[in-house]
């Protein structure tokens, strides 16, 4: 499930969007307090933020650069200030697209399929294993937690993988050895292990902390 932030201080245009986004089954989030936008972008960690022009104490475009500062998350700009000038800063100051307001909710919808898409698939179709808040790009071995990505090696790629299409179930070691014999190199149970903790250790540094359970003598679950 991706998670959206919304920050738009027309409380009835923010509470209709999410709603509406809701039956798409995306979870969203609505920025309330204005002082705490990067807060709450830390905070929440979404995959997409769609983001209004004027807001209270500082402009979308400000928000725009301090979230850039820190995240490649897409960012969708939702406003009424249509001029030329307007569309040409919003993208130059790291947005992904612009939606003019009054708007279609279809049409919205359209352009947050097709950006997440963009952003986290390649050749059209949504290419990816999620779980429990993280997700695998199988195009490119990347992993994705939040606003954060980091890149696998082959091997953990393989790992995660197997743990990813099997979740809620015990993958036994053996199974994971077989997985890696994939790979020119020798695999034997301490290359594995040392696989698996570096593995660990990358999620760990996008937030996913804990996320692999070691069940002893048996082998490895994402629950």
């Known amino acids: ?18 709603e509406h986004l809701r039956t798409w089954d995306y979870e969203v989030y609505c ?17 997409l933020v769609l983001l209004d022009i004027v807001l209270p104490l500082f402009n979308g475009f400000h928000w725009c ?46 352009k947050v399929q097709a950006v997440l898409r ?28 939040g606003s954060q990505s980091v ?11 197997l743990l990813m299409e099997n979740s809620g179930r015990i993958v036994s070691r053996e199974n994971l050895i077989t997985r890696l014999w994939e790979s020119d190199e020798f695999i034997d149970d301490n290359t594995l292990t040392v696989n698996v903790a570096r593995l660990r250790k990358k999620l760990e540094e996008i937030g996913a902390e804990n996320w692999i359970q070691t069940k002893k003598g048996i082998g490895y679950i994402v629950e």
Request: charged share 25%; aromatic share 8%; hydrophobic share 45%.
């Open 151 to 161: 890149e696998l090696t082959k091997n953990e790629f393989r790992i995660l993988k």
């Open 31 to 47: 920025v309330t307090n204005f002082k705490n936008v990067m807060e709450d972008f830390r905070e929440y960690e979404p995959q």
């Open 65 to 110: 650069q301090e979230i850039r500062k820190i995240s490649k998350v897409p960012i969708i700009f939702l406003s009424s200030a249509n001029d030329n000038m307007n569309i040409v800063m919003a993208m130059n100051m790291g947005g992904d697209e612009f939606v003019e307001k009054p708007f279609d909710l279809s049409v919205v919808t359209a």
């Open 118 to 145: 963009r952003a986290y698939a390649f050749r059209g179709t949504m290419d990816v294993l999620e779980h429990a808040g993280v997700m695998l790009n199988v195009n490119d071995a990347t992993v994705i937690c």
């Open 1 to 18: 499930m991706y998670k959206i932030l919304i920050i738009e201080d027309d409380r009835t245009i923010a509470n209709v969007l999410a």
